[in-house]
């Protein structure tokens, strides 16, 4: 079976835990070329450390306006180059019942 991921260039929103950590160690192992972002750049460094080839960290806050967000792409892509494949593992949780939430926090989430 061949190797779909191979020389792939790679960049992984919401890498510094859960699904999206997983998935840089699982893509990485299979040789594509990666960048993780997230907003926690130490669970970032700590993610890159233990993956089979070491990515290129970018911090990323996807609650930032639009223009940073667009410098943050020229910026993947200048670390990259083109890249193939963008996966967005990045969220937000809120840890309480949908009454007991103010409706700042709701609004935050629906954003």
Not at 28 to 54: F, H, P, Y
């Amino acid at each position: 079976m061949s190797n779909w991921w191979s020389g792939k260039s790679v960049l992984l929103a919401g890498a510094s835990s859960g699904l999206g950590e997983a998935l840089a160690y699982e893509i990485s192992s299979r040789g594509a070329n990666l960048i993780i972002a997230a907003r926690r750049v130490e669970r970032l460094e700590s993610v890159a450390a233990n993956c089979a080839t070491r990515p290129a960290v970018l911090p990323l806050d996807f609650n930032s306006p639009v223009s940073e967000l667009e410098a943050k792409a020229l910026e993947a892509e200048a670390l990259l180059g083109e890249v193939d494949v963008l996966l967005c593992s990045a969220g937000l949780g809120q840890r309480s019942f949908a009454s007991q939430t103010c409706a700042h926090a709701h609004a935050r989430i629906m954003a």
